[in-house]
């Protein structure tokens, strides 16, 4: 059985994931508005892989004896400016998500609730990853600048590449 300690801060972490995937699939909409398809694609496959961390908890506080709450979701912004400050936008989120992760986890061991403290492992390296890939694509993004002729390539390549490899083994 859950302390309700526990099964706040999983709740919380539930709404956080739930609004990730929700401020990607605003992303991905807007990429596609502005003719960056590949950009688009790599935005959706984001987003659902957040869906998937969010039902992930779900499902575990459930299993647990708790009650998962479905929350409700704020609107997220329509216009991302540029390629730049998307992925500027995305890294920050990231960054946040991790320091939540990472209270949870503090929260865990302070509970003595070493079950969930095991389970969120597999989040604390999923953020390790994706903060890590989100500095790369902010990283090459800096090297193109306005570069029309990388831009391109880069809208072309990034659909390769998936914001996890961890994502794989869910
Ligand atoms: Fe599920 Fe990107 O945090």
Redesign the pocket.
């Known amino acids: 059985m859950l302390k309700k300690e526990i099964e706040t801060a999983l709740n919380k972490q539930i709404l956080i994931?739930a609004q990730?995937s929700q401020i990607y699939l605003a992303m991905a909409s807007w990429a596609e508005t502005q003719g960056l398809g590949g950009t688009a694609q790599f935005l959706y496959k984001h987003s659902d892989e957040?869906r998937v961390?969010m039902l992930k908890l779900v499902q575990y506080v459930n299993e647990r004896g708790g009650k998962a709450l479905i929350p409700a979701l704020t609107k997220p912004d329509e216009d991302y400016q540029s390629l730049n400050f998307l992925f500027q936008t995305l890294l920050d989120h990231?960054v946040m998500?991790s320091n939540e992760i990472n209270h949870l986890v503090e929260i865990c061991l302070d509970q003595k609730d070493y079950t969930t403290h095991n389970f969120m492992q597999w989040y604390v390296a999923?953020?390790i990853e994706?903060e890590a890939l989100a500095r790369t694509i902010m990283d090459k993004l800096r090297m193109i600048g306005s570069d029309k002729g990388g831009l391109y390539l880069f809208d072309r390549d990034i659909e390769q590449i998936s914001m996890a490899s961890s994502n794989e083994q869910q």
């Open positions: 994931e990730s957040e961390h990231e998500v999923e953020q994706e």
